[in-house]
């Protein structure tokens, strides 16, 4: 087996099915074997899975375990020589696996790639190639400057702004969107860290994937279409308390013992405040999110033109 797609569902039914049909309608000549792990739905998710998609290995949670730990598990199933972890609210395109999979046949430094990644308007999702959060390039994009100096490295550090979306390039961290990721990797490092429970886990095993000694590959040779949440909307607290637990989870982990604890202190604080503001800023949006249907192909949609200057909220 050469390919395991792994994607997670939780209240997609619609968007998961229009990812599994992108999928089966891949142009490979690779093997591939696909894992629904669906993480207690409140929607009829597992009946439809199973009633259009039988080839597919369905992993029914009876509890939302989170993301981390629901790839885990099928990963622990999984057979093939490289795993894809694969958002359920994606499209690829037909060429998406054949493209990707022959790179990481042609690349045996590399441990994880990622293709280009847009959102439905045709504008480039900027975390599909990022640097790691130091605590720099944290400060410059929590505060604006990469905003305000798009085209300075020094200020771009985390989304990469003054690189071109559409060159190939290593770069320090992909998306758990679409992460490819050699087996003997996962084998040397272990899968993702449960302690995140839906952000961060990608950002921390890009940078374990790194310490390793692997290499990481930007590839916009193909591409995948990401329908996101109506981000103009308001999101649901939990969702805005994890994405910024992980900042600090990934801090404590990584960084926490390189600098004093008045800048651990400051970091911590930094992170609190902008949960705050996060806090207050949703209450102001409108109401219950909209929840958006994929076409079943994303073929209309073209990534050319699309650059590193287009924001992005997660």
């Given at each position: 087996?050469?390919?395991?797609?792994?994607?997670?569902?939780?209240?997609?039914?619609?968007?998961?099915?229009?990812?599994?049909?992108?999928?089966?309608?891949?142009?490979?000549?690779?093997?591939?074997?696909?894992?629904?792990?669906?993480?207690?739905?409140?929607?009829?998710?597992?009946?439809?899975?199973?009633?259009?998609?039988?080839?597919?290995?369905?992993?029914?949670?009876?509890?939302?375990?989170?993301?981390?730990?629901?790839?885990?598990?099928?990963?622990?199933?999984?057979?093939?020589?490289?795993?894809?972890?694969?958002?359920?609210?994606?499209?690829?395109?037909?060429?998406?696996?054949?493209?990707?999979?022959?790179?990481?046949?042609?690349?045996?430094?590399?441990?994880?790639?990622?293709?280009?990644?847009?959102?439905?308007?045709?504008?480039?999702?900027?975390?599909?190639?990022?640097?790691?959060?130091?605590p720099s390039a944290s400060f410059y994009y929590?505060?604006?400057?990469?905003?305000?100096?798009?085209?300075?490295?020094?200020?771009?550090?985390?989304?990469?702004?003054?690189?071109?979306p559409n060159e190939a390039y290593p770069v320090?961290?992909?998306?758990?969107?679409?992460?490819?990721?050699?087996?003997?990797?996962?084998?040397?490092?272990?899968?993702?860290?449960?302690?995140?429970?839906?952000?961060?886990?990608?950002?921390?095993?890009?940078?374990?994937?790194?310490?390793?000694?692997?290499?990481?590959?930007?590839?916009?040779?193909?591409?995948?279409?990401?329908?996101?949440?109506?981000?103009?909307r308001r999101k649901p607290f939990k969702i805005?308390?994890?994405?910024?637990?992980?900042?600090?989870?990934?801090?404590?982990?990584?960084?926490?013992?390189?600098?004093?604890?008045?800048?651990?202190?400051?970091?911590?604080?930094?992170?609190?405040?902008?949960?705050?503001?996060?806090?207050?800023?949703?209450?102001?949006?409108?109401?219950?999110?909209?929840?958006?249907?994929?076409?079943?192909?994303?073929?209309?949609?073209?990534?050319?033109?699309?650059?590193?200057?287009?924001?992005?909220?997660?």
């Amino acid at each position: 087996m050469d390919l395991s797609i792994i994607i997670v569902s939780y209240n997609t039914c619609r968007l998961t099915l229009d990812c599994l049909q992108s999928v089966f309608d891949s142009r490979t000549a690779y093997q591939y074997e696909v894992f629904v792990v669906d993480n207690a739905s409140a929607d009829d998710s597992v009946e439809a899975i199973s009633r259009d998609f039988p080839q597919v290995i369905l992993i029914a949670n009876e509890e939302n375990t989170g993301f981390a730990r629901a790839n885990n598990q099928a990963m622990e199933a999984a057979n093939g020589r490289y795993v894809l972890l694969l958002n359920s609210d994606t499209i690829i395109q037909p060429d998406t696996l054949q493209t990707m999979v022959s790179l990481m046949d042609e690349r045996p430094d590399l441990g994880a790639a990622g293709c280009k990644i847009i959102l439905p308007d045709g504008s480039l999702d900027k975390a599909c190639r990022r640097g790691f959060p130091t605590p720099s390039a944290s400060f410059y994009y929590a505060f604006g400057f990469s905003r305000l100096f798009p085209n300075t490295p020094r200020f771009n550090q985390y989304q990469l702004g003054y690189l071109d979306p559409n060159e190939a390039y290593p770069v320090d961290c992909l998306m758990g969107a679409f992460m490819l990721v050699r087996r003997e990797v996962i084998q040397q490092i272990g899968g993702l860290d449960e302690t995140f429970f839906m952000y961060g886990e990608d950002v921390d095993w890009c940078y374990r994937i790194k310490e390793a000694g692997w290499g990481i590959q930007y590839e916009p040779a193909t591409y995948i279409v990401h329908y996101k949440g109506a981000s103009s909307r308001r999101k649901p607290f939990k969702i805005i308390y994890e994405f910024h637990r992980a900042m600090w989870v990934f801090h404590r982990k990584h960084y926490k013992r390189r600098y004093s604890w008045l800048t651990n202190g400051l970091i911590g604080l930094g992170i609190a405040v902008k949960f705050m503001l996060s806090v207050i800023s949703n209450k102001l949006k409108p109401g219950k999110p909209a929840v958006r249907s994929a076409p079943a192909s994303a073929s209309a949609q073209s990534p050319q033109g699309t650059n590193g200057n287009m924001e992005v909220r997660r």
